[in-house]
C-alpha cells in the first residue's frame, strides 16, 4: 500500500492511498477515520483489484480545510473525485463502509459517468444518525435525538477522550474487550484489530466528532436513478446500521444484491472473505451489464467508428 497527495478543488491537501494490484481499479470511500487496515483482504496481492482510497479531512495525514465548514457530504464527494482524477480512472465500481457508504452514494447520484457499480458495507446512503441503534427497537425520532446528543456529548467531552483514549495500550487485552464490546464482536483477526485501534486511538477527538455532526443532517437519499449494479453488505448484529435500514434503500432497484453477515458494524474486519467474494462477483456484473448496454447501443453514424471492432472498443474503455 502507498501512500501520496492529492489536491481537493477548494484546495485541501488529502493524503490518499493506493495498492499496486494489477486487475480493474476499485474506488473505496473510507469510514471516518479509518485505516487501510480495517480491509486486510484488500491490500493482498491476489484480491484482482487495484484500490484507491484516502483519508477524510483532518484525519491521518490529510489537512483539515482552510475553511473548517467545508466537511459536508459535497465535500467528501469532491475529495472522492480528486483521487479518481490523480489516478487517472474515469469509470470504476466504487465502494465504501460506514460513513463511506454515504460518499459513495452520493458521487453515483451526481456523477453516475463516474460509477460502474457499487458495493455498500455496513452503512446507509442517508440520515445516518436516524439509522443508528435501529436494532434495538428505538422509535426513529428517538433514535435520532438519542444518537445527536450522544455526538453533541461527546465532543464537549473531547478533551478527556483525547487525555484516555491516547494513552490506554493497544495490546491483546484492549483488542478482547473491543471484540467483546457488542460495537464489535469476536472472529476478526486479534492483530488486525491491534493495528486498526492503534491508529484510530490516535484521532483529535473534538474534530472526529465535529465530522460527524457535519453529515448528521444528510436525510435519507432516494437512490431509484441509480443504475448500475449494487452489493449491499449488512452485519446482523450491527448497531450503526441494521440490516432492514441498510437494504431499504436498494430494494426496488433491480441492479441490486443484499447479503446479511453474522457481523457487527466492523464487516470489513469480522468476514474479511466474504467482501473479496462479493467485490469479485460485483465485479463480474459489471462487466455483463456493461457489454449488454454497449450491444444495446445504436450503431454509431460516424464512418470512423464503424470500422473499429465493438470489443476493441469496449476493452478500451474497461482499461481506464
Not at 444484491?257 to 469480522?270: D, G, Q
Request: charged content about 20%; overall charge positive.
Amino acid at each position: 500500500m502507498h501512500e501520496h497527495d492529492v489536491t481537493s478543488p477548494d484546495g485541501t491537501r488529502i493524503r490518499g492511498w493506493r495498492t499496486d494490484n494489477p486487475g480493474p481499479p476499485v474506488l473505496l470511500c473510507p469510514g471516518l477515520g479509518t485505516a487501510p487496515e480495517v480491509w486486510p483482504m484488500l491490500l493482498v496481492p491476489d484480491l484482482g483489484a487495484r484500490v484507491l482510497s484516502w483519508y477524510p479531512r483532518g484525519t491521518m495525514g490529510s489537512d483539515r480545510p482552510a475553511d473548517e465548514s467545508r466537511i459536508e457530504l459535497a465535500d467528501h464527494v469532491a475529495d472522492a473525485l480528486a483521487v479518481l482524477d490523480a489516478a487517472g480512472v474515469r469509470r470504476c465500481v466504487v465502494m465504501g463502509w460506514s460513513v463511506g457508504v454515504m460518499v459513495a452514494a452520493e458521487l453515483a447520484r451526481r456523477h453516475p459517468e463516474r460509477v460502474s457499480g457499487l458495493m455498500f458495507t455496513a452503512g446507509v446512503p442517508g440520515d445516518l444518525f436516524g439509522a443508528m441503534l435501529s436494532s434495538l427497537g428505538i422509535p426513529a425520532v428517538l433514535r435520532r435525538a438519542l444518537t445527536l446528543t450522544g455526538t453533541h456529548a461527546l465532543r464537549a467531552m473531547s478533551p478527556l477522550i483525547d487525555a484516555v483514549m491516547q494513552r490506554v495500550p493497544m495490546n491483546k487485552v484492549t483488542a478482547t474487550v473491543a471484540q467483546h464490546s457488542g460495537l464489535m464482536l469476536p472472529g476478526a483477526d486479534t492483530q488486525a484489530v491491534i493495528r486498526m485501534l492503534r491508529q484510530f486511538v490516535q484521532h483529535d477527538w473534538r474534530w472526529y466528532f465535529t465530522l460527524a455532526l457535519a453529515v448528521s443532517s444528510v436525510p435519507a437519499r432516494d437512490l431509484r436513478g441509480v443504475t448500475c449494479p449494487i452489493t449491499v453488505l449488512a452485519g446482523q448484529y450491527d448497531l450503526m446500521a441494521s440490516p432492514e435500514r441498510a437494504a431499504k434503500p436498494v430494494a426496488m432497484l433491480p441492479q441490486a444484491r443484499v447479503r446479511i453477515v453474522p457481523t457487527s458494524h466492523f464487516l470489513p474486519l469480522e468476514a474479511p472473505d466474504v467482501v473479496v467474494e462479493e467485490l469479485r462477483m460485483l465485479l463480474r456484473r459489471v462487466v455483463a451489464v456493461e457489454r449488454a448496454r454497449d450491444l444495446a447501443r445504436p450503431p454509431s453514424r460516424d464512418p470512423i467508428d464503424a470500422l473499429i471492432p465493438p470489443a476493441l472498443t469496449y476493452g478500451s474503455r474497461l482499461r481506464t
